[in-house]
């Protein structure tokens, strides 16, 4: 019975972080799209670079949530690690952007 009360347990906070993915990824796409055609190019640039590690946003909170279900410390500080890689990975793809030439 253990067993079974775990298992709801990660399939829950596995629904609870599809839940945060999908607001994050509808937020972040919906912001985008604005500043892509209202706003202008750098604002869109720096917010569309947050879209490429998204998936990093799912799996970090799915593992952050099971570990705070479970009461776990790995999983937890597992998942806040991805959580702020995502964030990296976004700020520094962005800042590499300004690597690329027009000319090649």
Known sequence: MEKLKK???ILGAGAIALVIFTL?????SFLAEFLKNNVGQEPWLFVDSFL?????VFVGGWLWMAGKFLDKAKPIKFGRYLLI????VAVV???RSFLVTPNG
């Open 7 to 9: 298992f709801g347990l």
């Open 52 to 56: 490429k590690p998204i998936a990093l």
């Open 85 to 88: 890689l995502c964030v990296v």
């Open 93 to 95: 793809a962005y800042f």
């Open 24 to 28: 994050v990824l509808v937020g972040l």
